[in-house]
């Protein structure tokens, strides 16, 4: 699927790749924006600086493969720990497949390079870990959740997630413990202690214990829920859409089949409804939540059961990656078929333009190509993919200045520009074609290129 559907074209990317750049060439992470006219000086805590140091190693080895080569393995690894929880749950070698790829194919929409991919890992293993718990009382597995914790943070920033899991944990041992006949074996004590590790953990980061002062103005803020499209509710417009609400429905069919009380369950799955439902790009909380209730309530035939001999391991290995190297091969996914794809979509030629002819800012620029311009041409944009920095009104603004609503020109970001990029079909770009004091200095299917005649440098 990552194959078939590589992408390089996300919006967002290109601003973790510029923000990469800076922490390389600084040794250290940045505390205040330095990449934006508009919000400059402004406190930032960048919680995906350990990501945005992955992918721009890998882009600066692979070029573009590299992107696509850490969306495949993440999946691959994603894949494998879906399977390894279920694997635990459910004996029914049949249904664990099912359960398994159902899960992945889910969430196919979210499998491109962003940090959220580390998320949904680590959300899958502290459920994998937490579940076993309660079953076997073993809690040897615990004392990896601090090692968990403590890279989460500096890779994205719902780690919060986690904790949730580990917090209704320990509520059901100290409720198992005051005599209620709840399905746990774990004692209050380890959760407590895990709990409380785990906390410590999310501190070893650059920002420390203020990482939480992010997410309580990440958590408070009204955020574009309304205006950011993969922040929209589930559309129900696609298989995996559909896919998700099954696990909702199953998991709620299978705790009302369960015929006695099971609070961690119920809680854990209206937590994860709730914040899927909301934004469909956290549909990973119910399906992991879902996914792991379901494979613990069907019944499994034992006989279905299937073990692979350890023999067999290197072969099941190598079978592997030679379907992974042919896919690679068949889908022609290379440098030259993903640089092509992303000038389709982006503003490369533009780009290469403004570079040859050296024109200079101030840049205006719209919402979705500000990453991309901001790694490009080094040139502090306007606005980017970082809408929580910015506010809802400086969304607002950029969105009705850019369909050329009453008093587009009033916007005071446009007014101080020196050159206008964006895409070739939009209102403004249809209106500054019109305007006196603006000069169409390019122009392709893809993007136009204002500047301001009278700040035209001549040309070399």
Not at 346 to 351: L, Q
Request: with cysteine.
């Amino acid at each position: 699927m990552c194959l078939h559907a590589a992408c390089v074209t996300d919006w967002d990317l290109w601003w973790h790749l510029r923000t990469g750049d800076w922490i390389l060439a600084h040794g250290t992470v940045p505390r205040a924006d330095s990449f934006s006219r508009a919000i400059a000086g402004k406190p930032w805590a960048d919680y995906t600086w350990l990501f945005e140091l992955l992918v721009d190693k890998l882009f600066l080895r692979f070029g573009l493969m590299g992107l696509v080569l850490y969306t495949v393995g993440m999946v691959l690894t994603i894949s494998c720990a879906l399977f390894h929880l279920v694997r635990r749950l459910q004996s029914d070698f049949t249904l664990v497949v099912l359960l398994s790829f159902a899960a992945s194919f889910s969430m196919q929409h979210l499998y491109m390079p962003r940090p959220w991919l580390f998320t949904i890992l680590f959300f899958v293993l502290v459920v994998d870990i937490v579940m076993q718990a309660r079953r076997t009382g073993k809690i040897r597995e615990l004392f990896w959740l601090p090692v968990i914790f403590a890279i989460w943070p500096n890779v994205h920033i719902q780690f919060v997630a986690g904790l949730v899991v580990l917090a209704l944990a320990l509520v059901e041992a100290i409720l198992a413990r005051r005599g209620i006949d709840l399905p746990t074996c774990v004692a209050p004590g380890w959760m407590l202690g895990a709990l409380t590790a785990s906390l410590l953990a999310t501190c070893a980061n650059p920002y420390g214990w203020h990482i939480y002062r992010t997410v309580y103005e990440l958590a408070t803020a009204p955020g574009g829920m309304d205006k950011i499209t993969e922040l929209f509710a589930i559309p129900f417009r696609s298989l995996p859409d559909w896919c998700v609400l099954l696990f909702a429905m199953g998991a709620t069919a299978a705790l009302g089949k369960a015929g006695r009380l099971l609070p961690f369950e119920t809680a854990l799955l209206t937590f994860a409804a709730y914040f899927s439902f909301r934004s469909q790009r956290d549909v990973w909380v119910l399906v992991v939540v879902a996914v792991a209730i379901v494979a613990s309530s069907l019944p499994g035939r034992e006989r279905a059961r299937i073990r692979v001999p350890r023999s067999a391991a290197p072969l099941v290995l190598l079978a592997s990656l030679l379907m992974l190297v042919g896919g690679f091969r068949v889908l022609h996914a290379d440098n030259r078929v993903l640089a092509h794809l992303l000038e389709q979509q982006m503003p490369v030629k533009a780009v290469e333009a403004v570079k040859e002819r050296g024109y200079a800012g101030p840049l205006y620029n719209d919402y979705n190509w500000g990453g991309y311009l901001m790694w490009s041409l080094r040139m502090p944009v306007n606005i980017d993919g970082r809408g929580s920095l910015y506010g809802d009104q400086a969304i607002d603004t950029s969105s009705s200045t850019w369909g050329a609503g009453p008093d587009w020109d009033s916007d005071p970001q446009l007014r101080s520009a020196n050159m206008v990029i964006g895409p070739a079909m939009m209102p403004l770009s249809q209106v500054l074609r019109m305007e006196s004091n603006w000069q169409l200095a390019y122009e392709d299917k893809v993007a136009a290129v204002f500047i301001r005649k009278a700040r035209v440098p001549a040309r070399k």
